[in-house]
């Protein structure tokens, strides 16, 4: 647990780094219609020992804010897969800036979403595809 927190955290990988087991989720903070009611929500859970932050489309906002308070994160999880480049392109918009300021990326949803297939834009590899 993290020190002065009942927050149960656990190894991010093979990193070391100790993440929380609860995370604060991002959509719904990026929803908010009062800025600085979202940067107090991030500052208050950040204060309480969570250190797992999941964020949705409000990346790019959310990283411009973060470093406009001297927050800097150490690594982002967002969404890369064959679809990005069809929608507002994380690894266009979003990549480089964590690029330029070192931040470690882990990458989710990279088959992307059940719907991808069952609306034929994309087709699972056959066995005999498999090399």
């Not at 500052?43 to 969570?50: E, T, V, W």
């Not at 790019?60 to 990005?84: I, S």
Request: a negative charge; hydrophobic letters at 40%; charged letters at 25%.
């Amino acid at each position: 647990m993290a020190e002065g927190s009942d927050i149960p955290r656990r190894q991010l990988g093979r990193t070391g780094e100790m993440v929380s087991a609860s995370g604060l989720g991002g959509f719904h903070v990026g929803k908010m219609q009062d800025e600085q009611e979202s940067i107090r929500l991030v500052c208050r859970a950040l204060d309480n020992g969570i250190n797992f932050l999941d964020n949705s489309w409000d990346y790019h906002k959310m990283l411009d804010v973060a470093f406009a308070h001297g927050f800097v994160f150490d690594t982002v999880q967002m969404p890369l897969n064959l679809m990005d480049a069809h929608y507002d392109s994380f690894e266009k918009k979003v990549l480089p800036v964590l690029n330029e300021h070192n931040i470690g990326v882990r990458a989710m949803k990279p088959l992307g979403d059940h719907t991808i297939i069952q609306n034929g834009l994309a087709e699972p590899a056959g066995q005999d595809d498999r090399q």
